[in-house]
C-alpha cells in the first residue's frame, strides 16, 4: 500500500490551498484517512481525520477553516485549508489505516508529505 500526497506550495495568509492523497496497491479497506503536519523543530501533530463510516475529528487548531472529504471509491482524500495562518505552515502527511487485500488486520501507512509554507 502507498499513500501519494500532494498540492502544497506556498499561499499568503488569509489563503487557501487544497491538499490531496491517493492510496494506492492490494487494498481491501480503508477504515480511516487523515492528515497530519509537522512544522520545523515541532513533533507531528495530527489535523483531521476521516473514517469509512463518515466520522470527521479536526484538531481545534484548525477546525472551521479546514475541512478534509473522502473519494472512498477512489481511495483519496483532500484537505481544503482556507483561512491559512502563519503556523499552518509545516510539512503535511497523509495517513491511513489500511486492511490490505489477503490480511486479516488493519495496518497504519504514511505517505511521504508535502511542504505547505504561509508567508507574505
Known amino acids: 500500500v502507498q499513500l501519494q500526497a500532494s498540492g502544497g506550495g506556498l499561499v499568503q495568509p488569509g489563503g487557501s490551498l487544497d491538499l490531496s492523497c491517493a492510496a494506492s496497491g492490494d487494498i481491501d479497506t480503508i477504515n480511516v484517512m487523515a492528515w497530519y503536519r509537522q512544522g520545523s523543530g515541532n513533533a507531528r501533530e495530527f489535523v483531521a481525520s476521516?473514517?469509512?463510516?463518515?466520522?470527521?475529528v479536526y484538531a481545534d487548531s484548525v477546525k472551521g477553516r479546514f475541512t478534509i472529504s473522502r473519494d472512498h471509491a477512489k481511495n483519496t482524500a483532500s484537505l481544503q485549508m482556507a483561512n491559512v495562518k502563519l503556523e499552518d505552515s509545516a510539512v503535511y502527511f497523509c495517513?491511513?489505516?489500511?486492511?490490505?487485500?489477503?490480511?486479516?488486520?488493519?495496518?497504519?501507512?504514511w505517505g511521504q508529505g508535502t511542504q505547505v509554507t504561509v508567508s507574505s
Open positions: 495517513n491511513a489505516v489500511v486492511v490490505a487485500t489477503g490480511d486479516f488486520f488493519a495496518k497504519e501507512y
Open positions: 476521516s473514517t469509512t463510516h463518515g466520522r470527521i
